[in-house]
């Protein structure tokens, strides 16, 4: 048997169970579905990484966490107490 090309497949399970219970919308492979800041269906969940894309890359899933986290900052109060 003779390859030009092999590609190791690793596969993923998507954990979204806590955050469907909590309400968040997931499609149909259970990825949640977010906005473009990373926020899922339920105000204040956020999401990032395998559980948001297909796409199972840690850049991708550091690239959803910075999103988010600038989202979460800006809608934090001032000062709080």
Same mark, same amino acid.
């Given at each position: 048997? @003779?390859?030009? /090309?092999?590609?190791?497949?690793?596969?993923? %399970? *998507?954990? $979204?169970? +806590?955050?469907?219970?909590?309400?968040? =919308?997931?499609?149909?492979?259970?990825?949640?579905?977010?906005?473009?800041?990373? @926020?899922?269906? /339920?105000?204040?969940?956020?999401?990032?990484? %395998? *559980?948001? $894309?297909? +796409?199972?890359?840690?850049?991708?899933? =550091?690239?959803?966490?910075?999103?988010?986290?600038?989202?979460?900052?800006?809608?934090?109060?001032?000062?709080?107490?």
């Amino acid at each position: 048997m @003779c390859f030009d /090309v092999l590609y190791r497949v690793l596969g993923c %399970d *998507v954990r $979204s169970g +806590l955050a469907v219970d909590l309400g968040a =919308a997931a499609g149909a492979t259970g990825c949640l579905e977010v906005d473009e800041h990373q @926020c899922t269906s /339920v105000s204040g969940i956020f999401a990032a990484g %395998d *559980v948001v $894309s297909d +796409l199972h890359q840690i850049a991708v899933g =550091a690239g959803h966490a910075a999103v988010a986290a600038t989202r979460i900052h800006k809608i934090l109060p001032a000062h709080p107490r």
